[in-house]
């Protein structure tokens, strides 16, 4: 039996994002001013997939818990709808956008800080908000996957999402950078148009694998689970 029911860990999960877009839109950094705003940032998109999702998921847990044996078939349907969203969600934008954020992030942090998160945000931000958003996503998403069973999309399909938020993703930096002439993320800065062209590219295809890491790990852990339960169904041998 868990510690704790995973219901109560979704609310929990929940409320902590919540806690860190609160504290995050509450700074008053010159970043947040200017066009954009925090939505330029992937951290932040990423921040606010999360809640939407587990927001989803405990959404989900109310009404399986209000529709249980109520034998409504309308009701049951409008459940089957919300678990196909929730499992969509998971799959296409919470696992691979977030895995994405805190790899992407802590590999150029330990190459050169000031490349993606210049020592100056410190004076805005505190190390457990900093931490909030950008390594508490790993762990929580990782919890949600090990608790529940999600059925991913087809993977044209989930594969055809990923890319389009992706490529959307990054015109939309491309397009800040044609009204502003600044670039979202001051590494951008450093390097040529061809290079920029290929991290773009890079970070496409990151994402795609991602999506595919997400679909592997999901059987995987859901596969040992059934072979363990059919295991101890087993009858013993004397």
């Known amino acids: 039996m868990a510690l704790v029911p995973c219901q109560v ?20 950094m010159p970043s947040h001013q200017t066009y954009g705003g925090s939505w330029k940032f992937l951290t932040f998109i990423d921040l606010v997939i999360q809640a939407v999702f587990f927001g989803i998921c405990v959404l989900t847990d109310l009404s399986t818990l209000l529709t249980r044996d109520s034998g409504n078939q309308e009701q049951e349907r409008q459940l089957r709808k919300l678990i196909s969203l929730r499992d969509w969600t998971l799959a296409v934008l919470a696992f691979p956008v977030g895995v994405f954020v805190v790899a992407v992030f802590w590999t150029i942090y330990a190459y050169d800080r000031e490349m993606i998160y210049p020592k100056l945000l410190d004076n805005f931000i505190p190390g457990w908000l900093n931490h909030g958003m950008h390594t508490t996503v790993l762990p929580f998403i990782l919890i949600e996957m090990r608790t529940s069973h999600h059925q991913y999309p087809s993977r044209s399909s989930g594969l055809a999402a990923i890319c389009t938020f992706s490529v959307g993703y990054i015109l939309w930096v491309c397009w800040i950078h044609h009204v502003t002439g600044m670039w979202v993320y001051p590494f951008l800065e450093h390097i040529g148009s061809g290079a920029r062209i290929i991290f773009f590219g890079s970070t496409t295809i990151l994402m795609n694998f991602l999506y595919l890491l997400g679909e592997v790990l999901n059987n995987y852990i859901w596969d040992t689970q059934r072979s363990m339960e059919e295991e101890k169904e087993k009858p013993k041998l004397e």
Do not use: D, F, M, T
Not at 9 to 28: D, F, G, M, P, Q
């Open 9 to 28: 860990l979704r609310v929990a999960i929940l409320l902590s994002y919540c806690s860190i877009l609160c504290n995050y839109k509450a700074i008053e």
